[in-house]
């Protein structure tokens, strides 16, 4: 088993006294200045623009600054802006004013694993990737617990690179759950691979398909998208608590024994070997490459997958739905 670092692994010692960086008020930014602020330390918020991002960080208390602005004052600069823009923001806003041990982080190893930012030796260069979307890690650090995170050290300059890790770690709260340590290219590929054919991809293909599947058939469409996606909630949260033995164990023997055989003939070995074919990809570099080339034309494909998916019948029935799932969720 690899090792699991906790609270009382981490102490917040070697960055208590720097100044903290975190350029983009995000998903991630978001949470990651706030938990830290939290956390008593001392936090800054560096954005291009006076736009939304920036009244989001006012109104929450910050004192939003323009990027360079925040990296010349700070020590520690956290990329937090999407993975596309970060390399620009690199080469413009942060490298006139670098200095030597200054700390260079991310909370995805895209940038630096693919090379896209090569920084100079005379800094440290790391990485804690939380393990669960922005929202979420504020949400659960707020109500005193954290999600789990990964850290990793790409240049080791001071020789505390990894102390500083953990200690941002658990200033955002993610040593309250557990932290273990990977390396850039790990995170990379792992982290990519999930959210195409599993996470993202692969879940979000399988229950529009399947919810498809049941409407295209003539079932009405309230009924397909409470058994097809509504209901997906609450197996994932038994099989995230109690793990798949859990889950089965919860559900009917009819369920089971339809869900080992018909799971197998629809997930087979030819989505295993697709599934392969994406790892590749990955791995040697063609999807970054793709991904830069796709968001250098202005991301056609992003904007029009999100048109697609708010457009569809499944996303309209949803919010009816989940309008009545909700009314019944247990307030916490
Ligand atoms: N979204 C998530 O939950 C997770 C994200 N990450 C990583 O965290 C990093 C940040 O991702 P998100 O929080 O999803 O970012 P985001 O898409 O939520 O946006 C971050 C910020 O960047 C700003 N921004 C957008 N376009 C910009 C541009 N052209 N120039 C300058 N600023 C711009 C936005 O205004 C916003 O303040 C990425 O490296 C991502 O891979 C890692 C784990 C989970
Ligand atoms: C939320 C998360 O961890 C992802 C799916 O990898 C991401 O948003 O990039
Ligand atoms: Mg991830
Ligand atoms: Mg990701």
Sequence with gaps: MAKVYIDKDATLDPIKDKTIAVLGYGSQGRAWALNLRDSGLKVLVGLEREGNSWKVAESDGFNPMHTEDAVKNSDIVIFLVPDMV???????RVVPYLRDGM??????????????????????????????????????????????ALVAVHQNYSGKAFEKALAIAKALGATRAGVIETTFKEETETDLFGEQV?????????????????????YQPEIAYYETINEMKMIVD?????????????VSETAKYGGFTAGKYVINEDVKKRMKEV?????SGKFAEEWIEEYNKGAPTLVNGMKEVENSLEEQV???????????????
């Design 103 to 148: 700390d260079l982080v991310f909370a995805h190893g895209f940038n630096i694993h693919y090379k896209l930012i090569e920084p100079p030796k005379t800094v440290d260069v790391y990485m804690i990737a939380p393990k669960g979307p922005g929202p979420i890690v504020r949400e659960y650090f707020a109500k005193g617990g954290g999600v789990p």
């Design 198 to 218: 599993d996470l993202v991809g692969g879940i979000t293909q399988l229950m529009r398909t399947a919810f498809q599947v049941l409407v295209e058939a003539g």
């Design 279 to 283: 790892l590749d990809r990955i791995r």
């Design 318 to 332: 949803g919010r009816q739905i989940r309008e009545i799932s909700l009314r019944g969720k247990p307030k916490s």
């Design 86 to 92: 970060q390399r620009y923001v690199y080469r413009e």
């Design 238 to 250: 038994l099989i995230y608590e109690k793990g798949f033995t859990g889950m089965l164990k919860a």
